[in-house]
């Protein structure tokens, strides 16, 4: 007979504490609470409660949740974050092939030139802040060429992301106007975009999901825009906080050198990078009806935190727990989460990070911390620093 998990003497967890912190106090448990809310914190277990058909993404009920009837919380048409059954698979259907794997290392080239441009930038000075001239920028301008958009508005698509990410704000009643602004400008803008190309197609993602709609999928311009600022959303704030957290980690660890000397171990080294320092921390998931697992009960309309920063410390899975080790064997970390909202950029993001860690190691080998790091409030939902400051051998512009 299942146990309603509230009925358990669970251990105690913060899901904002050092993902450290977080197993020790699990103690071995695949399931923890943070006040009344159950945290999953078993690699195994997040697994498979993530592939659940009957949890869905919080963001689907964020209204209900959250106790307000706002129109900025309520679910809206195209989002391939919040559609659940057949609408996610239509949506999803409909971008995949931009973001296979063999769609995105087309676009390897242009990544690589990207970061060379901004390297070259700085390369003489012998010292960079690395957040503001590499990590805002570059993923942002991916994105944008992936999507037709301009490259130069991409300090507005950074705005945007950082704001609207604020959906998961600890204190929405603040933060919430602001939401909403970037929210109305952003809509604006993806408009004006969509018509654009109508008028003038490209090779581009938004050209081929508005032929979609147009070949008889039915894709209206509401989903457009919201697929859009989904994407934009999505592409830019993650891989930008990933980014600076990869290159930090690896020098914090004093494994830069390694890589420097071994080209070789770039996809290692990122993928250790996710399963350490993850820029998200977790993620949420509302069951829709009761839940049974491993003799507990989820009721329906309980919400679930699934902590990535735990389960990727998870000592039956990675025994070397937080010690950076780059194993090709290793257990797939679930920074990407897991199921049907797997992160649809997974391979972008990667290749990102790959060629953004290519170009640093053979332009910077000598990189290194030169100053205090700042990291993004620790209680956000999302981790990253904001100043990254660095030195180096100057190099010639040649």
């Known amino acids: 007979m299942p146990v309603p998990y509230d009925q358990l003497d669970l251990p105690e967890v913060d899901p904002y504490a050092p993902p450290t912190e977080i197993v020790e106090r699990a103690g071995g448990s695949w399931l923890a609470r943070s006040r009344r809310t159950p945290v999953v914190v078993g690699h195994e277990a997040a697994r498979d409660l993530l592939k659940d058909r009957r949890l869905h993404h919080l963001l689907r009920h964020m209204a209900d949740v959250r106790g307000s009837d706002d129109p900025a919380l309520e679910r809206r048409p195209g989002s391939i974050l919040s559609a659940e059954g057949e609408e996610h698979l239509r949506l999803r259907r409909l971008c995949l092939p931009a973001f296979k794997q063999r769609s995105v290392d087309e676009l390897r080239p242009y990544m690589a030139g ?3 441009q901004h390297v070259a930038s700085f390369a003489a000075d012998g010292e960079v802040e690395l957040v503001g001239r590499l990590c805002e920028p570059y993923p942002v301008q991916v994105i944008a060429h992936v999507l037709g958009a301009p490259e130069d508005d991409w300090p507005l698509f950074a705005r945007w992301a950082t704001d609207l990410l604020m959906i998961f704000s600890t204190d ?43 070949d008889g999928d039915r894709l209206s311009t509401e989903e457009l825009v919201t697929l859009v600022e ?33 080209p070789g171990l ?21 069951a829709t009806e009761d839940v049974e697992y491993r003799d507990v009960l989820f009721p329906a309309g309980t919400v679930l935190l699934v902590s990535f920063a735990a389960t990727n410390l998870d000592p039956s899975r990675y025994p070397w727990g937080d010690e950076v080790r780059f ?19 997974a391979w972008l993001a990667r290749a990102e990070l790959q060629e953004a860690l290519r170009v640093l190691t053979r332009e910077l080998p000598d990189l290194r911390l030169a100053g205090e790091v700042e990291w993004r409030p620790s209680r956000s939902s999302f981790v990253g620093p904001t100043v990254l400051p660095l030195a180096f051998t100057p190099r010639s512009a040649g």
């Open 327 to 345: 194993e090709p064997e290793a257990v797939p970390h679930l920074s990407f989460g897991a199921g049907v909202h797997h992160c649809l950029g």
């Open 114 to 116: 990207l970061v060379r």
């Open 230 to 262: 989904a994407i934009l959303t999505g592409g830019s704030d993650t891989t930008r906080n990933q980014l600076g957290a990869t290159v930090y980690l690896l020098l914090r660890h004093g494994r830069w050198g390694e890589v420097v000397d071994d």
């Open 266 to 286: 770039v996809p290692m080294a990122v993928e250790e990078a996710l399963r350490l320092s993850g820029t998200i921390r977790q993620t949420a998931r509302v």
């Open 172 to 214: 929405l009643e603040r933060d919430l106007p602001v939401v909403k602004a970037s929210q109305a400008e952003m809509t604006a803008y993806v408009e004006e975009l969509i018509e654009r190309r109508r008028r003038e197609p490209g090779d581009d993602l938004l050209t081929k999901l508005i032929e979609a709609e147009e």
